[in-house]
T-cell receptor, first 109, second 114 residues
Framework: GQNIDQPTEMTATEGAIVQINCTYQ??????LFWYQQHAGEAPTFLSY??LDGLEEKGRFSSFLSRSKGYSYLLLKELQMKDSASYLC??????????WGAGTKLIIKP | DAMVIQNPRYQVTQFGKPVTLSCSQT?????MYWYQQKSSQAPKLLFH???????NEADTPDNFQSRRPNTSFCFLDIRSPGLGDAAMYLC?????????????FGPGTRLTVT
């Protein structure tokens, strides 16, 4: 079966760095997405990785290792507004997104 | 601004009373999706359209139907809502013409069933 695993909840301190991990097992791979979702709102796109390595975009970076079926999202200089759920999603061989349940990130002052 | 619009944002319906949720997009994307998302769960794909080509997920209940009359609009019909259908319904679009299949989401419709 197809499976995306990520921690249910993480807590971090304002100004710090946090890494959210995602492991996946899917039928085929056409890319991995990270989305941010604030409570009661729709997901918004953060990053896309299709090749191994690190993609950096401002305070956010995303890493992919296809051989290990592993990705992480790195958030630096955390701000209170970063409190949200972070969803990992993998595009399978049919170009459909397989979604993780999301990691709820709590930022404390 | 080009966007995905969903109406209404909040919908209350009675048990068993049909309800229709609507989605429109100004992105001119050829792919549209309907997701159901319950609290602290992953979005669950109900349907998607490649242009007018309709694709029903195998585990989508028959109680859910969809229509896409043109590129810009898509509707989700719930024929006889049950209490278990209370959820956030998300419409999303993407294009097959770019380098990635990033999905753009509307703000969602939160459905309450009484």
């Amino acid at each position: 079966g197809q499976n995306i695993d990520q921690p249910t909840e993480m807590t971090a301190t304002e100004g710090a760095i946090v890494q959210i991990n995602c492991t996946y097992q899917t039928s085929g791979f056409n890319g991995l997405f990270w989305y941010q979702q604030h409570a009661g709102e729709a997901p918004t796109f953060l990053s896309y990785n299709v090749l191994d390595g690190l993609e950096e975009k401002g305070r956010f970076s995303s890493f992919l290792s296809r051989s290990k079926g592993y990705s992480y999202l790195l958030l630096k200089e955390l701000q209170m507004k970063d409190s949200a759920s972070y969803l990992c999603a993998v595009e399978d061989s049919n170009y459909q997104l397989i979604w993780g349940a999301g990691t709820k990130l709590i930022i404390k002052p | 601004d080009a966007m995905v619009i969903q109406n209404p944002r909040y919908q209350v319906t009675q048990f068993g009373k049909p309800v229709t949720l609507s989605c429109s997009q100004t992105l001119n994307h050829n792919v549209m999706y309907w997701y159901q998302q319950k609290s602290s769960q992953a979005p669950k794909l109900l349907f998607h359209y490649y242009d007018k080509d309709f694709n029903n997920e195998a585990d989508t209940p028959d109680n859910f139907q969809s229509r896409r009359p043109n590129t810009s609009f898509c509707f989700l019909d719930i024929r006889s809502p049950g209490l278990g259908d209370a959820a956030m319904y998300l419409c999303a679009t993407s294009t097959t013409l770019g380098q990635s299949y990033e999905q753009y989401f509307g703000p969602g419709t939160r459905l309450t069933v009484t």
